[in-house]
């Protein structure tokens, strides 16, 4: 992108107990994160991808936090740029109460520099320091109610209200 504007926020890229097999993470290593359409438990999830040695597609390592894939997601049907940069090796354990271990990355978001990408990347900012938090110390607040709240009111949203007749 010639005329661009960026962010940079750090973030946990979930998911490495079931990734640890197939990729190592290395600091300084960038993956490319592109919206994964058939996940079956985020139709937003933003999966980092990465070419693996012997494979000639790119595949999923890890994916960027549940609490900002929806606002990710839509910057990327934007046009947005979005990679991650791995920052430690060592994993972390996910905050999330059904557990899973993390690796702290860098997330980078680049637009295309117009007057409303503008507005929307600062938005897109407020939401995230909404919506997720870094780990201070090694501690994270509990969000576990949140999440949980969250999934159960995008279960609710997605049922037919429509009543048969008899």
Avoid at 16 to 37: A, M, N, S
Avoid at 81 to 109: A, F, M, Y
Avoid at 116 to 123: A, C, F
Wanted: charged share 30%; with cysteine; proline share 4%.
């Amino acid at each position: 992108m010639s005329d661009s504007i960026r962010t940079s926020f750090r973030c946990g890229l979930r998911g490495f107990h079931v990734y640890q097999d197939i990729w190592k993470p290395v600091i300084g290593e960038t993956l490319h994160c592109i919206h994964e359409r058939n996940n079956i438990h985020d139709r937003y999830a933003i999966a980092a991808t990465k070419r693996l040695p012997g494979r000639l597609a790119d595949s999923i390592v890890g994916h960027l936090p549940r609490e900002i894939s929806r606002c990710t997601r839509f910057l990327i049907s934007r046009g947005g740029n979005v990679k991650v940069t791995v920052i430690d090796s060592k994993h972390r354990r996910s905050p999330l109460v059904q557990g899973g271990l993390e690796i702290p990355v860098t997330v980078c978001i680049e637009l295309d520099s117009t007057s409303k990408n503008i507005l929307v990347l600062e938005r897109y900012k407020k939401l995230v320091n909404e919506n997720y938090k870094e780990p201070i110390n090694g501690n994270f607040d509990d969000c576990t109610k949140d999440i949980l709240r969250d999934l159960y009111e995008s279960s609710d949203s997605g049922e037919d209200d429509t009543s048969s007749v008899d």
